[in-house]
């Protein structure tokens, strides 16, 4: 069992920066491949970045690659994503999620384990 817990979420003017946190419980967080969601209101959750259980392979998707960029301490058993020049069109629940290889995936069906959300809201 993998307990996470997301952090770092807040209210910010388009075109700053934040960064999100992500710490998971248990010895086998540097076995497991990492992914950030995100869920904005009245539509379904979306992918926006995974990690691959060493740190060497990332994914983003199309609206956030070039501004966000994942990565992850295993040490600390945390992952981060850190969102820089954000937009209006980023505000959501951020998610961080788990999948049990340590290879990254893109579907949110893949994922085993999920924390319970942070807010990121991105003023005009």
């Known amino acids: 069992q993998v307990q996470l817990v997301e952090s770092g979420g807040g209210l910010v003017q388009a075109g700053g920066s934040l960064r999100l946190s992500c710490a998971a419980s248990?010895?086998?967080?540097?076995?497991?491949?990492m992914g950030w969601f995100r869920q904005a209101p009245g539509k379904e959750r979306e992918f926006v970045a995974a990690?691959?259980?060493?740190?060497?392979?990332?994914y983003y998707a199309d609206s956030v690659k070039g501004r966000f960029t994942i990565s992850r301490d295993n040490a600390k058993n945390t992952v981060y994503l850190q969102m820089n020049s954000l937009k209006p069109e980023d505000t959501a629940v951020y998610y961080c999620?788990?999948?049990?290889?340590?290879?990254?995936?893109?579907?949110?069906?893949?994922?085993?384990?999920w924390g319970q959300g942070t807010q990121v809201t991105v003023s005009s």
């Open positions: 248990g010895r086998t967080f540097s076995r497991y491949a």
């Open positions: 999620a788990a999948h049990i290889t340590a290879v990254p995936r893109t579907s949110i069906h893949e994922y085993n384990y």
């Open positions: 990690i691959s259980s060493s740190g060497l392979t990332t």
